[in-house]
């Protein structure tokens, strides 16, 4: 038996949680509410393909050697810049800045430099599924903190923080959060970090979606309220330009970002040469902002469609109302298990794919929720998306407000 020999983190027994979280159907009328995908329509592929051929032409055969890990100066530059200007992160310097191989070696890095087996971390209740992937293979114990519509429960995590004062790690998706589309106060995002230097602890600050805002103004982030250098704030291009390439970044303490870079020697070496300077060519000569405002303006409708269909179709049904980024959460009644749904009413009879609560959970331990994604499907998929849902809820749960609305 191979498998005698891993490492107790590859958990001969489970699998990755990001494995079978729906299936991949290929029903011709199939509609998905699952991925967290942005919309292909809208990639600038052409302006992307002149950026790169301009890097091969720059560089010639140089381009396709190895190249520093600390990635291209322009898109540093850059990057520096939007932090301050965009993000808050005021006295930023380069020694602060870090590529990574998109959001998720972001996450998967910190685990590593954070956490040895058993140590304690706490995680929103609800949260990002990849990230648990990530930190599951470290073995921590988990530490739940449940979620509330203006963020995470401070008061709920400053109980747990006097039980378990060895919680080293809190991560957060302060804005539109994967999966509940929660954005977190300001009050809670200063709050939060009075507490992570009360209780000394590091703060995961995820933010793929910060720039994916359709309603409101923009908050400060975390970071920018950081007295101690506790904050790592993670980003990406990933939702505002390709995943493609899987290009990310983290502003941090130069300590942090020291401890980073040397496990991300030995994981891949550097910051892919060409997929950065494409992205580097792209910024010289196109405007990022404009391309998010274009699909600003996309998201926007999209959710506001998701949002009139559940109106329409599921009334009565607990819904989070999010002001940017890529989902909506649903929450059902008790009793009803989401997973269950899905493999056995929602896919094989309506065709309609979404990502059930229990793989949002640490523990797995909610069962009557569910993500829904707006970015992927066109409005008419969402319309009649919205549609199957309200008529399979009603089958399965036979409330008498499905009744009249389908
Ligand atoms: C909250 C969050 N963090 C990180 C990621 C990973 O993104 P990337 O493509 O940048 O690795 C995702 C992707 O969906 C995400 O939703």
């Known amino acids: 038996m191979l498998e005698n020999l891993f490492s107790s983190r590859v958990k001969l027994d489970g699998k990755s949680r990001l494995v079978g979280l729906f299936p991949e159907t290929h029903y011709i009328d199939n509609i998905s509410f699952g991925g967290g995908a942005p919309e292909e329509r809208l990639f600038p592929v052409a302006e992307l393909k002149e950026a790169y051929q301009a890097a091969v032409q720059k560089e010639g055969?140089?381009?396709?050697?190895?190249?520093?890990?600390?990635?291209?100066?322009?898109?540093?530059?850059?990057?520096?810049?939007?932090?301050?200007?965009?993000?808050?992160?005021?006295n930023v310097d380069d020694s602060q800045l870090m590529l990574t191989a998109g959001g998720q070696q972001g996450i998967e890095l910190v685990a590593k430099m954070l956490l040895n087996k058993g140590d304690a971390m706490a995680v929103e209740a609800p949260t990002y599924v990849g990230a648990l992937a990530a930190f599951d293979?470290?073995?921590?114990?988990?530490?739940?903190?449940?979620?509330?519509?203006?963020?995470?429960?401070?008061?709920q995590f400053e109980q747990l923080?006097?039980?378990?004062?060895?919680?080293?790690?809190?991560?957060?998706?302060?804005?539109?959060?994967?999966p509940t589309g929660i954005t977190m106060s300001i009050a809670k995002r200063k709050h939060l970090v009075e507490l992570a230097n009360k209780y000394d602890f590091i703060i995961l600050e995820d933010t793929p979606y910060r720039d994916l805002r359709y309603l409101g103004q923009s908050l400060p982030s975390v970071k920018s309220f950081d007295t101690e250098g506790r904050v790592i704030f993670l980003s990406s291009f990933s939702k505002i330009l390709?995943?493609?390439?899987?290009?990310?970044w983290l502003?941090?303490?130069?300590?942090?970002?020291?401890?980073?870079?040397?496990?991300?020697?030995?994981?891949d070496l550097e910051v892919p040469y060409?997929?950065?300077?494409?992205?580097?060519?792209?910024?010289?000569?196109?405007?990022?902002?404009?391309?998010?405002?274009?699909?600003?303006?996309?998201?926007?409708?999209?959710?506001?469609?998701?949002?009139?269909?559940?109106?329409?179709?599921?009334?009565?049904?607990?819904?989070?109302y999010p002001e940017g980024g890529f989902f909506l959460w649903l929450e059902l009644d008790e009793g009803i298990d989401t997973t269950k749904l899905l493999w056995e009413n929602s896919v094989p009879k309506e065709h309609l794919v979404y990502v059930p609560s229990e793989n949002f959970y640490a523990n797995r331990d909610c069962k009557n929720g569910m993500r829904i994604n707006f970015t992927g499907p066109s409005y008419q998929q969402i319309d009649d998306g919205v549609k199957r849902l309200s008529r399979m809820l009603l089958e399965t749960s036979k409330k008498e407000f499905f009744v009249k609305a389908v």
């Open 61 to 90: 055969a140089h381009a396709f050697q190895y190249h520093d890990i600390r990635g291209p100066e322009y898109l540093r530059q850059f990057l520096l810049k939007r932090a301050k200007d965009l993000v808050g992160i005021k």
């Open 137 to 155: 293979n470290y073995e921590p114990t988990y530490y739940n903190v449940s979620m509330q519509d203006d963020g995470a429960d401070l008061e």
């Open 161 to 178: 923080l006097q039980v378990h004062p060895e919680i080293k790690l809190f991560y957060t998706v302060p804005d539109f959060h994967n």
């Open 242 to 248: 390709t995943p493609a390439f899987r290009i990310g």
């Open 251 to 267: 502003v941090a303490s130069p300590v942090v970002v020291q401890a980073l870079t040397k496990l991300k020697l030995a994981e």
């Open 274 to 320: 060409l997929p950065s300077a494409t992205i580097e060519y792209y910024l010289k000569n196109n405007d990022l902002d404009e391309h998010i405002q274009s699909l600003r303006d996309l998201y926007q409708g999209k959710m506001e469609e998701m949002t009139t269909a559940l109106n329409r179709y599921l009334p009565g049904v607990k819904v989070s």
